[in-house]
């Protein structure tokens, strides 16, 4: 697997994860049963995040060890995108 796609699939993945918990974060405290829908998002995550890198460690440790970089740079990137001017994580 070239190296560019195991970046870009860490980086996908990467976004469906972070971006799969901002919008279940946004969204399920308005639900009528929010454990349920904070349960169901975690597993479908998790599920998707492993299959996707079960495929691209299927190369070697080099492409994931890529995988994983692209994913540490999306939740990076999420983050900071999502994060509101001003505001920190411990503020009193």
């Known amino acids: 697997m070239p190296a560019s796609i195991a970046v870009f699939a860490g980086v996908f993945l990467g976004a469906l994860f972070f971006g799969g918990l ?3 974060v946004r969204r ?3 639900r009528r049963n929010p454990a349920l829908w904070f349960s169901m998002s975690l597993v479908l995550r998790m599920s998707a995040c492993l299959v996707g890198f079960y495929l691209v460690s299927a190369k070697g440790g080099p492409s994931l060890l890529l995988g994983l970089l692209g994913f540490v740079v999306a939740r990076a990137v999420i983050t900071r ?3 509101r001017p001003g505001w920190t994580p411990h503020a009193p």
């Open 22 to 24: 901002w919008w279940t």
């Open 28 to 30: 399920g405290m308005t």
């Open 81 to 83: 995108s999502v994060t």
